[in-house]
């Protein structure tokens, strides 16, 4: 079965530090990945997507993923945090299922950044 | 630019009461649909539409019908409500069903079934 794993629920960080949200999939070929941030009583926001190419991504508000095939693995990550990146981040993989394609998301990750 | 458009925002009902919860976008996009959100367990997919005239289940489809009403509108209806289904539903969009666009998404509607 295709699957999306986020194995933290949460992820504290001090602002200034680097952080990193983790995401692991399991699906049958080449899927499309994606990151999305959740703020609250918002809708999900699109923050970057991997189709093909450079592993390394990069996304609105300073945000970058990479992308490993070997692992599965797509983590988000960011150089250097800020108070206002606190929020809910979901990871999300779209591929070809039997019927068409679906997107399967994460169960999110809360990200506190703290002053 | 509006994007994605959820009304009502909030909405309490009593169990077996019916409901309908509207989504309108303006992006011409193709490909609708309807999310539910509860804690711990992301979003998950209730129904979508691929393209106007079509509309399909997806993970968590009882209890629930939708309408594709134009290429504008989709909207999702309870038809008697059960406590189960208290929880935020987020509609969205993207251009098309099978690329690699994303989708965008609704602001919610913040659901309570007593």
């Known amino acids: 079965a295709q699957s999306v794993a986020q194995p933290e629920d949460q992820v504290n960080v001090a602002e200034g530090n680097p952080l990193t949200v983790k995401c692991t999939y399991s699906?049958?070929?080449?899927?499309?990945l994606f990151w999305y941030v959740q703020y609250p009583n918002r809708g999900l926001q699109f923050l970057l997507k991997?189709?093909?190419?450079?592993?390394l991504v990069k996304g609105s508000y300073g945000f970058e993923a990479e992308f490993n095939k070997s692992q599965t693995s797509f983590h988000l990550k960011k150089p250097s945090a800020l108070v206002s990146d606190s929020a809910l981040y979901f990871c999300?993989?779209?591929?070809?299922?039997?019927?068409?394609?679906?997107?399967?998301f994460g169960a999110g990750t809360r990200l506190f950044v703290k002053a | 630019n509006a994007g994605v458009t959820q009304t009502p925002k909030f909405q309490v009902l009593k169990t077996g009461q019916s409901m309908t919860l509207q989504c309108a976008q303006d992006m011409n996009h193709n490909s609708m649909y309807w999310y539910r959100q509860d804690p711990g367990m992301g979003l998950r997919l209730i129904y979508y539409s691929a393209s106007e005239g079509t509309t399909d289940k997806g993970e968590v489809p009882n209890g629930y019908n939708v309408s594709r009403l134009n290429k504008r509108e989709f909207s999702l209806r309870l038809e008697s409500a059960a406590p189960s289904q208290t929880s935020v539903y987020f509609c969205a969009s993207s251009e098309a069903f099978q690329g690699n666009q994303p989708q965008h998404f609704g602001d919610g509607t913040r659901l309570s079934i007593l």
């Open positions: 999300a993989v779209r591929a070809l299922n039997t019927g068409g394609f679906k997107t399967i």
């Open positions: 991997y189709i093909t190419g450079d592993n």
């Open positions: 699906v049958s070929g080449n899927p499309y």
